[in-house]
Nanobody, 124 residues
């Protein structure tokens, strides 16, 4: 059974940093596209960052502040978030596609597996 478990969320002041982790189990996610999405209260879930064999991709709102990376040996993906802003407040979800050598997609319905989410709150 595939599971994605996020951790690392919390409360931080504006300008601060957090690192989110997404630990995958049930199969290997090496060479599988994985992404981070977020959903603020009352808003649609949106793409934040993705990583695949072809590289890393970011939403314009987080480019130059967030960094996505992975450790294939640990089957884990990370999201380093720096210079956080109050508008980054949301529940952050980890997602993975099913196929090997899949590429990053920015649409949520392209992902087959999802974590339960972790809350990130940035105070001003």
């Amino acid at each position: 059974q595939v599971q994605l478990v996020e951790s690392g969320g919390g409360l931080v002041q504006a300008g601060g940093s957090l690192r989110l982790s997404c630990a995958a189990s049930g199969r290997s996610f090496s060479n599988v596209a994985m992404g981070w999405f977020r959903q603020a209260l009352g808003k649609e879930r949106e793409f934040v960052a993705g990583i695949s064999y072809s590289g890393t991709y970011y939403a314009d709102a987080v480019k130059d502040r967030f960094t996505i990376s992975r450790d294939n040996a640990k089957n884990t993906v990370y999201l380093q978030m720096n210079s956080l802003k109050p508008e980054d407040t949301a529940v952050y979800f980890c997602a993975a596609r099913r196929r090997y050598y899949s590429d990053v997609a920015r649409e949520r319905n392209e992902y087959d597996y999802w974590g339960q989410g972790t809350q990130v709150t940035v105070s001003s």
